[in-house]
């Protein structure tokens, strides 16, 4: 069971800057994708970036150019870095592996808090 911890998650005034941490442990298996999502108060989660297991990655359009994910070598950890924070961008971040071939495996964090005040 692979299991997965974030870190780096608090609170920072609008113009910001926060680093997210998410390491997994436990027994993996292939990593095909790794993604950060975000939850804020009464809204649906939603994607925010990323990365295939050969490095290409995706942003939603209301972070382009802000924020830029990045994994390790061994592709245990993954990592959001979060520059000119908004407050919109409040909310609950999780990370997510997306692992396996013919079984497709998703591991899910237990979610990060980031509060941006204005």
């Known amino acids: 069971q692979v299991q997965l911890v974030e870190s780096g998650g608090g609170s920072v005034q609008t113009g910001g800057s926060l680093r997210l941490s998410c390491r997994a442990s436990?027994?993996?298996?292939?990593?095909?994708?790794m993604r950060w999502y975000r939850q804020a108060p009464g809204k649906q989660r939603e994607e925010v970036a990323s990365?295939?297991?050969?490095?290409?990655?995706n942003y939603t359009d209301s972070v382009w150019g802000r924020f830029t994910i990045s994994s390790n070598n061994a592709r245990d950890t993954i990592y959001l870095q979060m520059n000119g924070l908004k407050p919109e961008d409040t909310a609950i971040y999780y990370c997510?592996?997306?692992?396996?071939?013919?079984?497709?495996?998703?591991?899910w964090g237990q979610g990060i808090q980031v509060t941006v005040s204005s």
């Open positions: 997510m592996f997306d692992m396996g071939i013919s079984l497709r495996t998703f591991a």
């Open positions: 990365i295939t297991r050969t490095g290409t990655s």
């Open positions: 436990g027994t993996m298996f292939r990593v095909n994708e």
